[in-house]
């Protein structure tokens, strides 16, 4: 089952441009995790911010997080042609033993 | 950091045979590992969670007996897809978790299963 929605689905870019993805969920969270992929990869985590946090800064990856309207937003400001790949947000949810429940992904492509 | 090991990475069978996806943390304990399967261009939808000891746990509209999974020590967990169908096909990934709260989970690159 999916917790949740993220847009837009595909976003491409300029080299230098910020990108911004949104991600919504339903439920009580005890965090939300981004994570990027590569094109036929795993997944490469990203940035982590706990329920009780706002805002999270990770070099030029900056994450919010909204728990009133149960959302995020990953900004990845200064793109680069290498930050081409899909992002995920994902949410631990409570009392849901650790397992984590992604959105339908955003694919970013930065052009040079 | 934290690594995971997926083995093989991509794997052709022929419909009927079963398959082994073997998952593997390599530096630290997972006390419970993830299954997850991947559609192209779609989001991981959770398969099952896998304790060590205990009997995995499968999410709705997930076949065990289709989808074995075994959790045999705290570094090992294996997916077997029995009598495979080409709609079997897909990128099956495994993620670890060290049991720590609010950590997050280390994922395999991923294993690409044909069935033909």
Known sequence: SQQGEEDPQALSIQEGENATMNCSYKTSINNLQWYRQNSGRGLVHLILIRSNEREKHSGRLRVTLDTSKKSSSLLITASRAADTASYFCATDSRNQGGKLIFGQGTELSVKP | ?116
């Open chain 2, 1 to 116: 950091g934290a690594v995971v090991s997926q083995h093989p990475s991509w794997v052709i069978c022929k419909s009927g045979t079963s398959v082994k996806i073997e998952c593997r943390s390599l530096d630290f304990q997972a006390t419970t590992m993830f299954w997850y399967r991947q559609f192209p261009k779609q989001s991981l939808m959770l398969m099952a969670t896998s304790n060590e000891g205990s009997k995995a746990t499968y999410e709705q509209g997930v076949e065990k007996d289709k989808f074995l999974i075994n959790h045999a020590s705290l570094t090992l967990s294996t997916l077997t897809v029995t009598s495979a169908h080409p709609e079997d096909s897909s990128f099956y990934i495994c993620s670890a978790s060290p049991g720590q709260y609010n950590s997050p989970l280390h994922f395999g690159n991923g294993t690409r299963l044909t069935v033909t």
